[in-house]
């Protein structure tokens, strides 16, 4: 079903039995391509030759060197010059010390403190986010660069092992943008990417066995990824060629429902304001700020 807006009247099409939201009026195109470009202006470490904010230049090439590893690259996610781990995949930087000396990240001079989880101080959250991360990767190169693919679901399925062995929230080894909400839902969130980028239904099955973790939702953010987690289960689930064995994991896919129905105009149980002619802040901040907490994981 090809749907899409223009003047403010949805209409429909068949197309592939597939949805599309699109505006020729709208400006999404061009918001897309400013949106790209605002990512390579938050890049951290060497820049390619293809970057085209012209005024950022190489910056934290050194990151990692205390623990003799390569932490160079990633993104910037804010105003400051760290790294987080959470929301992000690994910290670097001491964000006390970087809040108060207002720098870019190429004059930088503060202290890269480097902070990690281990077996003895987890940090389940990071690495489930980070497992979710590149399985969604492995599912993207899946038929550009099937080896690529393959080792990024390697990884992957290393990280979420970890993250279910190694029980514990992220708060003892993080000193700045601790979880707030646990690790259950990155658990949940990592398996469903699993299941999606391998097909491996013993993912499916660990998320029908903790099914009772997931909580309805009416954003999904970089702290809590129910709704992120519900809503991939629930498409796979819907779409036509992709099986989710029998009806499991059944509350997950209520709980998808919830946090649709919260965010639309009209249903009984919505969450948000809406204001005719005015910016949906609303609705936009909880489905496209999670953008942010991905930028390092990219």
């Known amino acids: 079903m090809f749907l899409y807006i ?14 599309y939201l699109c505006s020729s009026d ?3 195109e061009d918001a897309l391509s400013k949106g790209i470009l605002f990512f390579e202006g938050q890049r951290s470490g060497k820049l390619p030759a293809t970057q085209r904010v012209q005024w950022r230049a190489d910056s934290a090439l050194s990151d990692g060197s205390l623990e003799n590893v390569s932490l160079s690259g990633g993104y910037y996610d804010a105003g ?17 010390g970087d809040h108060g000396c207002w720098e870019r990240p190429e004059d930088m001079d503060t202290a890269r403190t480097l902070y ?9 959250e990071v690495a489930a986010e980070a497992a979710a991360a590149l399985a969604a990767a492995s599912v993207v190169f899946k038929e550009a660069d099937s080896k690529y693919s393959a080792q990024l679901l390697r990884h992957s399925e290393s990280l979420f092992q970890f993250a279910d062995k190694y029980r514990g929230s992220y708060q003892g080894s993080c000193p700045f943008y ?3 909400s646990g690790y259950k839902d990155e658990l949940l969130w990592a398996a469903a990417w699993l299941y999606k980028a391998s097909g491996d239904s013993n993912y499916l099955n660990y998320v029908s066995t903790n099914q009772d973790w997931s909580q309805p939702a009416s954003e999904f953010s970089w702290d809590s990824k129910f709704a992120g987690a519900q809503t991939l289960l629930a498409k796979m ?7 989710c064995r029998e009806d499991r994991p059944v509350k997950v896919k209520n709980d998808a429902d919830s946090f649709v129905c919260a965010l639309m105009p009209g249903s009984s149980s919505v969450q948000i304001k809406t204001t005719p ?3 949906q802040t609303f609705a936009v901040n909880p489905l496209v700020l999670p953008i942010r907490s991905k930028e390092s994981n990219s």
Do not use: H
Not at 6 to 17: I, P
Not at 80 to 96: E, L, Q, Y
Not at 237 to 243: R, W
């Open 178 to 180: 601790c979880s707030y």
């Open 80 to 96: 400051d010059n760290v790294k987080f781990g959470w929301p992000m995949a690994f910290s670097v930087g001491d964000a006390d």
């Open 6 to 19: 223009r003047n403010g009247t949805a209409k429909s099409r068949k197309d592939d039995d597939r949805q």
């Open 26 to 28: 709208a400006g999404y």
């Open 116 to 124: 990690k989880i281990t077996s003895t101080s987890p940090g389940t």
């Open 237 to 243: 689930k819907l779409l036509p060629g992709i099986s």
């Open 277 to 279: 002619g005015e910016p």
